[in-house]
């Protein structure tokens, strides 16, 4: 008669048991034959039997695949920390490959998903105007010429970022993201924060609103806070497409510019692809309409980007290239220089990464970009570049 694989897998655990503990009594027949006796009960739903055997099996054999297995044992069971930190630790090792390495982290983002996370990043940012200060050498204001006192720096500084999420019900959470730039001199840092609350509003979670508070400083003064309101939903979504809307209302205030208060609405639709195994396309447009205090610093735009990715499977490299293209049309003649301002922005940049390209569980990429904004007034008009290596 052949016994059932849980007690199979029972009968030779206790054999190896009274042989003895060290994993020289565990020939590799035997070690087998335990772990094709938990993939059965994994396989047929008995999750916490699964669990038994295999970590009595990576007592004696910690390998990559064992905690891999017993990982998904216990997130079959709904033990999601135990879960994480084993997740985590086959990622970490330097030896996993990095193909493994993508499908723990669809696990690892399923559990954090409903346990939360908080993540950092860091970049090296090498940019030829951060200040986005014109290349125009004069101006005119009215029948008056005028130099400006500036003109574009190169400035190479370190910016920081975090992120959290914390689930407080089963539809509800709070989110956070802060990001702080640090330059040379102190003359340029800036720091942005937002935070804020997302509830689903039907059972599938494809329709999302949140209501949140953004705010920045720049060299130490508060220059804004934007507290928010905003709806997102994914209105299809299949093996190949994903198409998403999102829409959000707001009041930005700036303490020191009153007359740029604002109330802004935008509303932006994003459309992606997958065009192949390993590469994949996206488009996004987006509307926008600011209400100023003072009617000539009131505007309506559009911004469209284009991008596409692609996975060079036997070099591990991930390239990633999009450029955008906006505009933007004030309501009245600027004060200062008497003209209606129309500005028309482009941007270009490519990312190139690799997955074997790791820092701890940090990975790390090159970012390039050239951005460009032509104005109706010069003084608004600029041009840079930047340089960027990610670690994230």
């Given at each position: 008669?052949?016994l ?6 029972f ?20 070690l087998q034959r335990?772990?094709?006796?938990a993939?059965?009960?994994l ?14 099996l ?5 390998s ?12 079959a ?6 879960a ?9 090792q ?7 390495r993508d499908?723990i ?14 993540r ?5 940012v ?9 290349a125009?050498?004069e101006f005119?204001?009215g029948?008056?010429?005028v ?16 992120q ?10 709070a989110y ?6 640090d ?8 720091l942005?924060?937002d935070?804020?609350l ?20 720049f060299a130490?003064?508060l ?5 928010h ?21 707001g009041?930005?205030h700036?303490?020191?510019f009153?007359?740029?208060d604002a ?12 065009v192949?195994?390993?590469a994949?396309?996206?488009l996004?447009a987006?509307?926008?309409h600011s ?13 469209v ?7 060079l499977p036997?070099s ?24 209606v301002r ?15 390209w790791r ?13 460009k904004n032509d104005s109706s007034?010069g003084?608004?008009s ?11």
């Amino acid at each position: 008669m052949r016994l059932p694989p849980a007690l199979a897998a029972f009968f030779v655990l206790i054999a190896g048991l009274h042989a003895g503990s060290g994993s020289a009594q565990w020939n590799e027949d035997v070690l087998q034959r335990v772990f094709e006796a938990a993939m059965e009960q994994l396989a047929a739903g008995n999750a916490a039997q699964a669990e038994r055997i295999l970590t009595e099996l990576n007592k004696r054999v910690p390998s990559a695949r064992v905690k891999l297995e017993l990982a998904r044992a216990l997130y079959a069971q709904g033990k999601f920390e135990e879960a994480r930190a084993l997740f985590r630790e086959v990622s970490s090792q330097t030896d996993t490959p990095w193909r493994v390495r993508d499908n723990i982290e669809r696990f690892v983002a399923v559990i954090e998903e409903r346990t939360g996370y908080l993540r950092w990043g860091a970049t090296v940012v090498s940019d030829t105007n951060p200040k986005s200060v014109p290349a125009q050498k004069e101006f005119a204001i009215g029948d008056l010429s005028v130099t400006p006192t500036e003109a574009p720096e190169k400035r190479t500084g370190v910016r920081y970022s975090i992120q959290g999420w914390k689930p407080l019900s089963a539809s509800t959470g709070a989110y956070g993201a802060a990001a702080y730039a640090d330059f040379p001199r102190g003359d340029m840092d800036r720091l942005t924060v937002d935070g804020g609350l997302v509830t689903r509003l039907d059972e599938s979670g494809r329709l999302r609103a949140k209501a949140g508070l953004e705010a920045g400083s720049f060299a130490g003064e508060l220059l804004y806070a934007y507290p928010h309101l905003g709806l997102d939903t994914v209105l299809h979504e299949d093996a190949l497409h994903r198409v998403a809307a999102e829409g959000r209302v707001g009041a930005v205030h700036f303490p020191d510019f009153r007359y740029l208060d604002a109330t802004n609405v935008t509303a932006a639709v994003s459309v992606s692809r997958a065009v192949s195994r390993h590469a994949s396309a996206s488009l996004r447009a987006a509307l926008e309409h600011s209400e100023a205090a003072e009617r000539p610093y009131s505007y309506g735009g559009l911004d469209v980007d284009a991008g596409f990715s692609v996975l060079l499977p036997d070099s591990a490299f991930v390239l990633t290239a999009s450029t955008s293209l906006g505009s933007r049309d004030y309501a009245e003649a600027d004060p200062l220089f008497g003209a209606v301002r129309k500005d028309r922005k482009a941007r270009a940049e490519i990312r190139i990464g690799n997955k074997n390209w790791r820092w701890r569980d940090k990975t790390i990429s090159l970012l390039a970009s050239l951005e460009k904004n032509d104005s109706s007034i010069g003084f608004y008009s600029y041009r840079k570049t930047s340089v960027s290596l990610l670690v994230e």
